[in-house]
C-alpha cells in the first residue's frame, strides 16, 4: 500500500512539472488510445435481412424492378469490405421468382456488419438504421445494390417456409381482358388457356426449385350472361371454360404471416401468380388448408 502511494505521488510531482503544451500532447493522446481501444476490441453485431431488390423505395411489387441484367451479376459470396479487408456486408442467398411474363421478383439474403442497440432493439449499418420497409443501398465490389428490406434478424436463421393446399379458380376478370364485351359477361376463361392446365404442373423459381404443383383441375363449360328486354339471360360459352383448381404452395413467414413467393398473403380471396412452363394465370384462392 505504501508503495503504491508513493509511486502516485511520485507520478503527481512529474505531471506538475509538465507545461500546458506537454499536458495537450498527453491528453490528445489518451484520447486516441481510448478510441482506438472501443474501435477495435469492439463486439461485432451482424444483422440477417433479406433485400427485395428494387431501383426505389416504393413497396410496389411491380413498381422498378431490376432488369435481367442487372439481376445475373448478383451472385452467392459478393461482398462490401472495410478498409483492413473485414466484411462489412456479404450476400448469403438469392431468390429470385418470375412474377410477369417478363419480371422478375428478386431477394437477397445479407449478413450486414452492424451496431446493435439494446434499448431500441435496433440495428445500424453505416449511421443507417435497418428498418423493415426502409430504402437501403450497398456497395459489394463493382455492382451498387439498391431494395427495400423486407426481414431483419439477429441470427442467421433461414425463414420458417410452410406448405399450403389452397382451392381457388380461375376468375375471367384476372385472365381474360374480354371476358366482357357488348354489355355481357362471362364466368370462364379462353378454351386456349384452360387447354394448357393440368394435374402435376409446377411452378419453379429460376433455380428450379418448387414453390407451387397442381393437385386437380376441375373443367365446367363456362355460361354469357347478359340482361335482354329486363330479362336476365345465361347461356353457353363455348369459347371459355370455368376452371377450379386445387394447388399446393411453398409459403415463407415473414414476421407473423406467411407470403406465396414472398409477396403474395395466404389469405382467402388473395390472387396469386402461377408461372407455369406454357402458361401464366392468375388463381383466386377460395380455401386455404395448412400442413
Keep these: 500500500m505504501q508503495k503504491n502511494k508513493s509511486a502516485f505521488h ?12 506537454d499536458l495537450l500532447g498527453v491528453g490528445i493522446f489518451l484520447t486516441i488510445l481510448t478510441v482506438a481501444f472501443f474501435f477495435f476490441l469492439r463486439k461485432s453485431d451482424y444483422a440477417y435481412i433479406r433485400l427485395r431488390v ?6 410496389n411489387t411491380y413498381h422498378d424492378m431490376p432488369a435481367t441484367w442487372y439481376i445475373e451479376k448478383i451472385q452467392p459470396g459478393l461482398k462490401e469490405t472495410d478498409g483492413l479487408g473485414k466484411e462489412n456486408v456479404l450476400v448469403q442467398r438469392v431468390h429470385r421468382f418470375k412474377s410477369s411474363d417478363l419480371n422478375q421478383d428478386f431477394y437477397v439474403d445479407l449478413k450486414v456488419k452492424s451496431v446493435f442497440n439494446s434499448r431500441t432493439r435496433q440495428y445500424n449499418y453505416n449511421g443507417s438504421t435497418l ?3 426502409s430504402f437501403q443501398t450497398f456497395k459489394l465490389q463493382s455492382i451498387l ?5 423486407v426481414n431483419v434478424q439477429g441470427t442467421d436463421t433461414p425463414l420458417d417456409t410452410k406448405t399450403f393446399v389452397l382451392k381457388g379458380f380461375l376468375n375471367p376478370a384476372h385472365n381474360d381482358d374480354q371476358y366482357g364485351m357488348a ?13 394448357t392446365l393440368e394435374k402435376g404442373l409446377t411452378v419453379t423459381d429460376v433455380d428450379g426449385g418448387t414453390v407451387a404443383e ?23 360459352d363455348p369459347e371459355r371454360e370455368r376452371v377450379e383448381m386445387t ?4 409459403a415463407v413467414k415473414i414476421n407473423d404471416a406467411y407470403y406465396y413467393k414472398n409477396e403474395a398473403p395466404m389469405l382467402i380471396n388473395s390472387v396469386l401468380y402461377l408461372s407455369f412452363p406454357k402458361m401464366n394465370v392468375s388463381f383466386t384462392v377460395t380455401s386455404i388448408e395448412g400442413n
Design 10 to 21: 511520485f507520478f503527481w510531482q512529474r505531471l506538475r512539472t509538465l507545461g500546458w503544451i
Design 54 to 59: 428494387s431501383q426505389s423505395d416504393s413497396l
Design 131 to 133: 428498418l423493415v420497409g
Design 145 to 149: 445494390l439498391n431494395g427495400v428490406i
Design 183 to 195: 354489355q355481357s359477361i362471362s364466368d370462364g376463361i379462353r378454351t386456349y388457356i384452360s387447354a
Design 214 to 236: 397442381v393437385l386437380s383441375v376441375d373443367k365446367k363449360p363456362a355460361k354469357r350472361q347478359f340482361i335482354y328486354q329486363n330479362a336476365f339471360i345465361s347461356v353457353p
Design 247 to 250: 394447388v399446393k404452395v411453398k
